[in-house]
């Protein structure tokens, strides 16, 4: 079945820094999201991207969905410490289901 | 914005007993819902798939006769967990399909 790789596992930063974490895939996804999760709540959709190549920005957040459609990375730049939580890529292939990485717990120091 | 609720968003149940947790999609009607596991600094683990008027679907491994899914409307999927074990505990949570996967807050599931 489809897998996903996602790395870091854990990051340690200084308020300030940038950040940037990835996710790789073993076969195509038609579909890249990035959700954040705080303790004890739900993931909440960061960027949604839908074609190969394609760079969208929220705010700090950068997202890019590869060409080979097989990965995808999220940089935050200028990190602050609400910042704090844990990232998750997802992607979706032609199963129609979205597929979790391992998740990025991403702590910032003030 | 896609705000979908769960309730109750923490229970506490003894050993045998079912509990029932409802999500809800405040904002907008949701043909598709899902139900999601997650352990403790895991990722999210896809349960099943809930339809509005029809059957879910269920993933590999997922017992459908102790996780009971009705999906009555277009705004409200229940989960219903049966004859409760301490190995059932675990965070629940649910998302509903607009244009992508909006989730709840979560649910906190303690069998003693």
């Known amino acids: 079945g489809q897998q996903l790789n996602q790395s870091p596992q854990s990051m340690f930063i200084q308020e300030g820094e940038d950040v940037s974490m990835n996710c790789t895939s073993s076969?195509?996804?038609?579909?890249w999201l990035w959700y954040k999760q705080d303790p004890g709540e739900g993931p909440v959709l960061l960027i949604a991207l839908y074609k190969a190549g394609e760079l969208t920005s929220n705010g700090r957040l950068t997202a890019q969905f590869g060409i080979t459609r097989k990965d995808s990375f999220l940089n935050i730049s200028a990190s602050i410490p609400s910042d704090v939580g844990i990232y998750f890529c997802?992607?979706?292939?032609?199963?129609?289901?979205?597929?979790f990485g391992q998740g990025t717990t991403l702590q910032v120091k003030p | 914005g896609a705000v979908v609720s769960q309730h109750p968003s923490r229970v506490i149940c003894k050993s045998g007993t079912s509990v029932k947790i409802e999500c809800r999609s405040l904002?907008?009607?949701?043909?598709?819902m899902f139900w999601y596991r997650q352990f403790p600094k895991k990722s999210l683990m896809l349960m099943a798939t809930?339809?509005?008027?029809?059957?879910?679907?269920?993933e590999q491994g997922v017992e459908k006769d102790k996780f009971l899914i009705n999906h009555a409307s277009l705004t409200l999927s229940t989960l219903t967990v049966t004859s409760a074990h301490p190995e059932d505990s675990s965070f629940y949570i649910c998302s509903a399909l607009r244009t992508e996967q909006f989730f709840g807050p979560g649910t906190r599931l303690t069998v003693l």
């Open positions: 076969s195509i996804f038609n579909t």
């Open positions: 809930s339809n509005e008027g029809s059957k879910a679907t269920y």
């Open positions: 997802a992607g979706r292939g032609n199963t129609g289901k979205l597929i």
């Open positions: 904002d907008f009607q949701a043909t598709t």
